[in-house]
């Protein structure tokens, strides 16, 4: 995104643009419209003799319902290529106002824009953009009276996921090194998978790097049919565990090919679990990263 | 071992929140143990305690006012390690690698670091801890009272042992410590109609199940027999110290071994005492049993062979481990009772019991069976009146 930050400084050392005459001068009708809508009694705002609310200083310059584009400042051409780049997302993040001195109907005003800053590419939670910064200044002909700051950030809209991804990661993570990761690659592609002796075919579960049985270090793994049968469990009420909703039930589930591994029971209550009872894997993503075999009643 | 004996025994108060620093604990026990030996910080070139203190030896000799060491040694696996840190201060003092080794635990484990609150981080980084954690704590499985409650389940399952008989392990745990007045929960029994109406932890355990959570600490003097003679207290002689791991041995979670009923690390500690002791069960008047969570009180009777498997439920039924039963079990109170010191102030209480200096005395006692944390590589101790 070189060419984003090329054309931001480019843009900045253009310094300010032109002074452009706002629509229409400074006018009571305007005062009073703006103060009923605030809610602003203020006497000063009122009568023969009145100021304009000094917050009202971008109201002269605004271009109105139409949204017509008196001429294009540099700032809109930074803008556009933002949009293009797919930074489409816009919201306003900081605005500050310095008032110089009042206002008084008739005045006729122009206004002037400076980019003055670029910074990206952030991470926000809205998703990744770049924070723009620039100031506006009033003029009654060469006098400023008024200068806004203005920054806002343009951010790329993360994509709309299905409601299963896009969650906050899962907190309890497993650790995976080069013995283990092909079980973790196994549930995040629906296979349950069970370390098997490259040589002697033996089965094991958890998984390890020597064949216990023939001292092998060639391994592979059998798919297994993801039947199973409770062989214990526990229902855990207390204390509160991140990333779960309590109760929650834990088995220690015996395979039919020969061992023994730790999963939730799901999709039933709890007082329904009992040793015995036959179960089925079924594959969790938990975010967008883990997957965890899990075990819902099966066919007995 | 033999040859070599517990001189001296020191502890802080047992609380919820100690106010101070896990440092000023453990040297306010050792001094405890020391004043109690009659030894001096200068006699001591030996100490040893849990990797889990966070306490390193040589922070608390510059407290205590130790100077030169010349053995330091830290034993493994959580409680497991309590009588581990006598056997290795008995084998240094028998190999004359010290002449006087302090073993020390000393924690805020209630107002600090609580070990029944999950970590997320139990299974963060790939060392081989790391790794076995990782194939149940992504499930939730992350305390230790849930660990316990699996082998618990399958146990009830196998034997016909109901949340009850686990009950009566708290019922008379806190019998013992209502009379003990260093105990937590002095003057505060229980009946079993309470703990089957507390609230439910991990079934099946209810919160009295649950052993403790506890601020302090505790500290034992190790010395050789004969110089323990020429002290000020009655020296508990060190007839066998060991530790034990299974088969298939993991931290709390051995649920792939053939029997899920057992505890095997705790059957290779029992046939190493028995061994080295020359003695028998039926020899032991008392028992200090680990008991953070009840279920593991009734294996460890069967384990140890004082009943046969699924029968500890009857044995218990029956009174066995009141003070006056077949097998008076933690006189103090237990872990249940009086204090979560991670085992250690159990070890206190053996000592204590060969004096003839405890508050629930067990008549005419010659033996004490002293175990350490169950569930994970463990240890354990015969203590004999020298």
Known sequence: MTDLHDLAAKVIAEGEGPRLPTPSPVDRTTIRHWTEAMGDTNPRYQGPDAIAPPAM??????????????????????????????????????CEHIYHRPLVPGEELTSATRTTDMTGLKKTALGDGYFVTWQVTWYAQDEPVAEMIFRLLKFRPREERSP???????????????????????????????????????????????????????????????????????????????????PFVVAVVELPEGVRIVGNVVDCAPAEVEIGMPVRVTFREMDDELTLPLWTPGES | MAGTALAGIGATEFSKNSGRSELQLAAEAVFAALDDAGLAPSDVDGLVTYTQDSNQEIALAREVGIGDLTYFSRVHYGGGAACGTVAHAAMAVTTGAAEVVVCYRAFNERSGRRFGQPDAGLGGEPSSMGLEMSWHVPYGLMTPAAWVAMFAQRYMHEYGVKSEDFGRVAVAMRRHAASNPAAWFYERPITLADHQASKWIVEPLHLLDCCQESDGAVALVVTS?????????????????????????????????????????????????????????SDMQAAILYDHFTPFVLTQLEELGFCARGEAKDFIRDGGIEIDGHLPVNPHGGQLGEAYIHGMNGIAEGVRQIRGTSVNQVADLENILVTAGTGVPTSGLILTRG
């Not at chain 1, 349950?192 to 001292?215: A, F, M, N, T, Y």
């Not at chain 1, 391994?219 to 509160?240: E, I, L, Q």
């Open chain 1, 57 to 94: 200083i971008q109201v002269w310059s605004m271009d109105g319902l139409n949204g017509r584009k008196r001429t294009r400042a540099p700032l809109d051409d930074l803008l556009d290529a933002l949009d293009a780049a797919g930074y489409t997302g816009v919201v306003a993040t900081n």
């Open chain 1, 164 to 246: 299963s991804e896009g969650r906050k990661p899962y907190p309890l993570r497993p650790a995976v090194n080069r013995d283990t990761e092909f079980f973790w690659e196994g549930a995040r592609s629906g296979e349950l998978r069970i370390q098997k002796c490259g040589d002697c075919g033996e089965l094991r579960h958890p998984p390890g790097p020597v064949c216990p049985s023939c001292r092998s270090v060639k391994r592979t793994y059998a798919v297994a049919a993801g039947t199973g049968v409770v062989y214990s469990y526990v229902v855990h009420h207390n204390p509160p565990v991140p990333g779960r909703e309590t």
């Open chain 2, 225 to 281: 027999a004969d110089r323990a003679r020429d002290l000020r207290c009655t020296p508990a002689l060190i007839s066998a110290a060991a530790q034990g791991a299974g088969a298939g041995q993991m931290m709390m979670t051995s649920y792939y071994r053939d029997d899920m009923t057992g505890l095997a690390e705790m059957g290779v500690v029992g046939r190493k005492l028995w061994e080295i002791s020359g003695l028998r069960p």
